[in-house]
């Protein structure tokens, strides 16, 4: 399935850093590029920061784009995303952000252009909402983590 996102750069972006796209021809995620024309970005051990995309964009009803850490900076600088996936709505139309965390004990530097998360089209399902007296019985019933047996 594929589905059509528009995009416009951000007053002040540079463009020439390319749209967001897929590394390989299998990718579920295509990359996103911390835009930052004027310099770097530090991000303290422990501490989190605000990176923009320069990007606006134009989601279809019915979908939404999921915003996911990288696996490779997880793994080698322990920085990932500090609400993910994160969720831009089909009716948000401002800058795409992305919180980066720093969960090292080093701080961290976001250059401009370094591939900082990935983006992921997803549809969207809306549930509706009623106010039951009882819910339907299951073998797990009310039981919670770790309750399943699974370690």
Do not use: C
């Amino acid at each position: 399935m594929t589905v059509m996102i528009k995009l416009r750069w951000a007053e002040g972006a540079d463009a020439t850093l390319g749209l967001p796209r897929y590394e390989t021809a299998q990718a579920a995620g295509a990359d996103l590029r911390a835009n930052l024309p004027a310099g770097t970005v530090t991000i303290a051990a422990g501490a989190r920061a605000l990176i923009s995309t320069g990007l606006h964009m134009e989601i279809p009803p019915g979908f939404e784009v999921q915003i996911r850490p990288r696996s490779g900076l997880a793994l080698k600088h322990g920085v990932t995303l500090a609400n993910s996936p994160g969720t831009i709505d089909s009716d948000y139309r401002g800058v795409v952000g992305v919180i980066v965390l720093n969960t090292a004990t080093t701080e961290f530097e976001v250059t401009h252009g370094m591939r900082i998360a990935q983006m992921v089209a997803a549809p969207v399902v809306q549930a509706k909402f009623e106010l039951a007296q009882d819910l339907g019985q299951t073998t797990r019933g009310s039981g919670g983590f770790g309750s399943t047996g699974a370690s």
